[in-house]
């Protein structure tokens, strides 16, 4: 699914426009036809940039809201402007990459000391627990190759949905079945291959609906049990 853009982009996005607005009362001249476009570009840089100084990280195809303030702002300057940006988005391109990469080498460390760390998965019967310790355990990486490790790792996963006993549709086990045939061929191949997420993400989906009615489930038994009953 492509991320077209996050939560803090909305705020943001808010405030840059009551910014524009406020422009066009005050000074509007700065809003004629030919310099409201620098206008818009000088002001989505600036909040965007203070935004994210601040933590507040609002991205809109993956990009933040000052390098689209940027754009505009290339955009009026003109082909040296273009250049440019096509120039910054290649180099902010591979630190993104290298960034992302670096962050799921760490997650991965750390889901295979967790793996350790909690040793069996739950019993299948207290499902909110067995599929929380999936959730938290099944790593299926965007950006990290599928090592051998990576692979035999979730299929261990796999194999414990599988062996845990659970009423699956044959929907559900054509996901299971489609990414345990990827990892099987991923693990013996010669370069690890990349992601697949039209195989991956389909069990992402899976695992979070499954909790998601899992925990709904332990909530109304939860209701059912506390009701007192009538004489």
Not at 33 to 39: C, I, K, N
Not at 61 to 76: K, N, S, T
Not at 83 to 95: K, N, R, S, T, Y
Request: overall charge positive; some cysteine; proline content about 6%.
């Amino acid at each position: 699914m492509v991320i077209i853009f996050n939560l803090w982009a909305i705020p943001v996005a808010l405030v840059i426009y009551l910014i524009v607005l406020g422009v066009e009362h005050v000074a509007p001249g700065l809003m004629t036809e030919s310099r409201s476009g620098w206008t818009i570009g000088v002001v989505a840089t600036l909040v965007g940039a203070v935004c994210d100084l601040v933590g507040i990280r609002a991205r809109v195809f993956l990009m933040p809201i000052w390098m689209i303030g940027l754009g505009i702002i290339g955009y009026h300057v003109g082909w040296p402007g273009i250049a440019a940006f096509v120039a910054l988005l290649i180099v902010g391109g591979i630190f993104l990459f290298r960034g992302a990469k670096d962050k799921e080498a760490i997650e991965w460390q750390k889901v295979q000391e967790e793996l350790v760390k909690a040793g069996p998965p739950p019993a299948a019967r207290d499902e909110v627990q067995f599929w929380e310790w999936v959730k938290k355990m099944l790593f299926l990486p965007i950006w990290l190759g599928f090592t051998p490790d990576l692979c035999q790792h979730n299929l261990k996963i796999l194999r414990a949905i599988r062996e845990a006993g659970l009423s699956l549709t044959p929907d559900e086990n054509a996901k299971l079945q489609t990414l345990e045939k990827f990892l099987v061929i991923s693990q013996s191949a010669s370069t690890p291959p990349g992601s697949e997420v039209k195989i991956q993400n389909p069990v992402v989906d899976l695992v979070d609906a499954r909790l998601s009615k899992a925990q709904r489930n332990a909530r109304r038994q939860k209701l059912s049990t506390s009701q007192p009953v009538s004489a």
